[in-house]
Each structure stands twice: as structure tokens, then as C-alpha cells.
């Protein structure tokens, strides 16, 4: 396949669609065979064809951003919890035509996703860390009374003191 802008916007499309090795996304050999080149060509043209590399990097943008949203509601939705209704279908062979099976039974079901509380936990803390945390903050370093760094035997009798203390709760 020869270089042109039409194909750098159907690389891009399918970037875009399908993501390209990075954060799950499609296999490079996937998208070289779509786009009827090799593996070389590809390497080449996003180091030499400026708007190649740009279209595909842009894509790639594009797709993390789609992915990231919907696993935000996929995540969302477990931790709620939801409903789903789902049609069976069974079929029998049709004698007339092999390619067109004939319906037997169609039911619907109504399927029932209990609120899952660990996805609820992880997405708390993660959209409201300041409210919401799994253990506590401790962000200042110790230090001894008089504000000076303490000796590796100071913090060393500090923990075992705060050990003693935390097995007496």
C-alpha cells in the first residue's frame, strides 16, 4: 500500500475503534494487515511521516479516553448494582434451508446484578480520597520534640512503642 492522507485516516479510524497495543487495544499485526503493510513500513513512517505518527498517537488519545469511560461505567454500574433482561432463543434445523434455522422457543429473562460493595469501596475512594479512605494518611515525617531528624534507634523505638500500643486495642 502506498502512502496517502487517505490512509493515515483509515489508520486513524481503526486506531481509534480499536486501540493499538497500549491499554488493551488491538495487535499491531491486526492493524498493519488492515492497512496492507508491514511491520517495517509501520516503524518507518512513525519516525519519517510526521502526520502518521501525529494521527495514530492522536488516536490512541482517543481511544484511552473512550476506554477510561467506559470502564468508569462499567465500574459504576457493578458497584450500584443493575438489572438486565436477556432473551434464550432456541432453534431447530430448518429442512427447507440450512442457513436459516427456525425458532422453537424465545424466553426473557430479567437478570438481577447484586450491588458489588468492593466496587462501590474503590470507586469512593478514588473519586473522594480527602472524604473517603482505606486506611490513614500519615504524611508527616517523625521527628522528635525539639524538631530535629530523629536517629535510626529513635524511629526504631518509636514503631515498637507504637506496636506495644496498638496491641493493647
Known amino acids: 500500500m502506498k502512502y496517502s492522507l487517505a490512509l493515515v485516516k483509515t489508520a486513524e479510524e481503526w486506531v481509534r475503534q480499536h486501540g493499538l497495543i497500549d491499554y488493551g487495544g488491538g495487535q499491531l499485526q491486526d492493524f498493519i494487515k488492515v492497512l496492507g503493510i508491514d511491520d517495517k513500513t509501520y516503524r518507518r513512517w512513525m519516525i519519517e511521516k510526521?502526520?502518521?505518527?501525529?494521527?495514530i498517537e492522536r488516536a490512541k488519545d482517543d481511544y484511552k479516553k473512550t476506554l477510561t469511560h467506559d470502564l468508569h461505567e462499567t465500574l459504576a454500574m457493578a458497584a450500584k448494582g443493575y438489572e438486565k433482561e436477556v432473551t434464550e432463543t432456541e432453534y431447530r434445523p430448518n429442512p427447507k434451508d440450512d442457513s436459516k434455522p427456525i425458532i422453537t422457543k424465545m424466553?426473557?429473562?430479567r437478570l438481577i446484578f447484586e450491588p458489588n460493595v468492593g466496587a462501590a469501596i474503590f470507586l469512593i475512594t478514588n473519586l473522594d480520597p480527602?472524604?473517603?479512605q482505606n486506611r490513614q494518611n500519615i504524611a508527616a515525617a517523625l521527628k522528635s520534640s525539639d524538631e530535629r531528624e530523629m536517629t535510626e534507634d529513635e524511629i526504631n523505638a518509636e514503631i515498637e512503642r507504637l506496636e506495644k500500643l496498638e496491641k493493647k486495642e
Not at 510526521?50 to 494521527?55: Q, R
Request: charged content about 60%; glycine content about 0%; proline content about 0%.
Open 130 to 132: 480527602e472524604h473517603y
Open 107 to 109: 424466553k426473557r429473562k
Open 50 to 55: 510526521e502526520e502518521f505518527k501525529t494521527a
